[in-house]
């Protein structure tokens, strides 16, 4: 039966609305609550050993060989900028410190043999994938989560990030994940393979079919794999190679372009109650969907008509509908599989409780730090909150690049 609801027009507003540092604190407790039990685990040795392992219908991977790196490698990726800000008495302060401390341990487990957590990064195509994450992971935060490393465990990732050249990976944005992993240990100085990564940059070019979409491989697909990947790796491998003068700074100027049209779409697709429409390949990586806004906005390359403030407003309430309650966690605190709540029949065949860690990608922007115009602009609404109360909107157009 439908609900009636009084329409938007008419709705009466209640209270203040929250401030920018209130919105930071969902955004703060939400990614710690995510991230806790993955780091927590991994800096213990006890990934393994405590997180559970549960997969969709027709799972098709080799689960214990691929699940934990997934784990870690989505994890550190979304958690990078935020860890990458320096120390302060707060109490946000006081938790990053933690959970870098944290996770600088457990980094040396991972590519240790002798710990129980060590990873797999040598067998299967999978570690292809979530190589790249953690590659990424460092790309972000440099200073916070690649230097601190002892030389020992630095020389065991490179080591690690080599073993894949062993293998190849599906013919879509998997080029991305090899391409970015070859192009971090360009930017570290380390022999790199140009064949992938010029392979990656050539195809994505070949399959970009306008106004800011690319095809995920030779056919389109309606789904979220333009902000889970390719949008931000892309955008990322480029500024390495431009960086060292290994293409033109003019590809990756284009690139840009095209993350920040298609940051607009995923704004605009935020309902006025903070929902988004659930379609598509892995919708079970919620607020992944976001990578590419929250990655336009933390490099402040944002349309001038797009306010800081109306994507932090806009954020926090689909934050806030996923995580303020505990649909989507079990309790112990993992992720269970599903979109916003546990749905296991919409699982893909390549899900499994690692996979569900690019949640943390839509946080991107905590990577700003609060006293940023992002966090300390008064609240404002979203356009399509705008729209649907009668107020202005500009209006979208298809835009060449």
Known sequence: ???LLRPLHSRKKKGKPATGAQ?????????YKISYPV???LANETLKKNMP???GPKYGLNLKSVTYLEAVGRTM?????????PDDRTDEGKMRKEMRRMLLKGLKNAVDPKSPDYLNFRTEGQPIVDAAY????????PEALWEPLDKETKARFIEEFKSLRNRSGAYNNWLLFSGLTEGFLLSIGEQYDPARVQFAVNKMKEWYVGDSWYSDGAKFSMDYYNSYVIHTMLVDLLKILSDNKK???ADYDQALKRMVRYSEYLERSISPEGTYPAYGRSITYRTAAFQALAQTALMEKLPDYVKPAQVRCALTRVI????LGEQNFDKKGWLVLGFNGHQPAIADTYTSTGSLYMATLGFLTLGLPADHEFWKAPAAPWTSLKAWTGQEVVKDYKVEY
């Open 1 to 3: 039966m439908c609900l």
């Open 53 to 55: 392992l549960e997969t």
């Open 247 to 249: 293409a033109p700074v």
């Open 134 to 141: 953690v590659a990424q992971a460092f790309i972000r935060a």
């Open 23 to 31: 919105d930071r604190q969902v955004w703060v407790k939400a990614l």
């Open 320 to 323: 806030q509908n996923m995580y």
């Open 77 to 85: 990726a979304g958690i990078a900028p935020w860890l990458a800000l």
């Open 39 to 41: 780091v927590y685990n």
